[in-house]
């Protein structure tokens, strides 16, 4: 799975700025733009002004996920590392494994030639005697003497290998489904975002039009403040 992708929205640049004074004290325009355009009625200053104040709790909430957003992917990065590590060391768990079983089959080996040479060696029990046949009876018990101590310690290693590489393998795979579950969830937000952030700039560019710069009374706006 791909990791989540960068944010492609962003907000429009412009501020939305309270209304500035005019170079008159008897009016005042809307936003930074100079005053300019048709004198705004009252009831068009009224619903400007809302529109402004809806707009600019609207950027700040879409700021807000932005950064949540921002943070989230970056610990995203962060878990795609450790992920590595992980995969690294079962790589390495792996290949101990692989060695395990190379030398659990080198010993089959040696025990199956072991039990040829001793089987020959009962055979041929009742027609030898003397000192050969001591030798070659004491070198049988070493070489069985050695293949047991072999055999106890491959059984003891894979005994402590064989937990480890399970609780190793399901801690990554729980990692893993957490990290696509949650990649999922960054996706669908950060597509919600990006929707929201370009239905915002819209209605921006749509307030510029009707309202940035556009000239009005202080009288309206003093009215609309206190409530008429």
Known sequence: MKPPYRLMACLAATALALPAPAQTGATKSLGTAQGSGK?????????????????????????AER???????DQFERDE??????????????????DLNRRSQALTQQIADYNERASKFQAQGASLSGPAVERQQQAL????????????ELDAERSSFQPKAEQLGKTYNERVDQRNRSA?????????????????????QDWRGDCEGRPYREDDEKAILSGR
């Open 67 to 73: 950064d949540k957003l921002d943070g989230e992917r």
């Open 81 to 98: 590392a450790a992920l590595a590590a992980d995969r690294e060391a079962i790589d390495k768990l792996k290949a101990s494994a692989e």
């Open 184 to 204: 999922d969830d960054w996706n669908a937000r950060s597509a919600q975002f990006k929707r929201a952030s370009q239905a915002f700039d819209a209605d921006l």
């Open 39 to 63: 004198l705004l009625t009252r009831e068009q200053l009224r619903t400007c002004l809302d529109q402004q104040k809806t707009l600019g709790a609207r950027k700040t909430t879409l700021q």
């Open 141 to 152: 018990e070493r070489d069985k003497a050695a293949l047991d101590k072999r055999s106890k």
